[in-house]
């Protein structure tokens, strides 16, 4: 009776940290991927903004030379 307690105790006690260890590694998992995401947002964020920065400079870069060739023309016309 006492080894069939001692059985089923250490049965239990090792069913117990299995699953709390598994309750940890989710949780850790669940935090570490929430960071991953979140660097991976931020450094996404960065290139989008820089080759958005970089094409809005090029367009209106564009938009001023139009604007300084079609003003030069008038002035040479005039």
């Known amino acids: 009776m006492i080894r069939l307690r001692s059985v089923v105790m250490t049965r239990l006690r090792s069913i ?42 090029i367009i209106l870069r564009s938009i001023v030379m139009t604007g300084l060739t079609s003003a030069a023309q008038s002035v040479v016309k005039v």
Not at 19 to 33: A, D, E
Request: charge should be positive; avoid cysteine.
């Open 16 to 57: 117990v940290i299995i699953s709390l260890s598994s309750i940890v590694m989710t949780r850790l998992s669940s935090v570490v991927m929430i960071r991953l995401r979140s660097a991976v947002m931020i450094r996404l964020s960065t290139i989008v903004m820089t080759s958005l920065r970089s094409v809005v400079m």
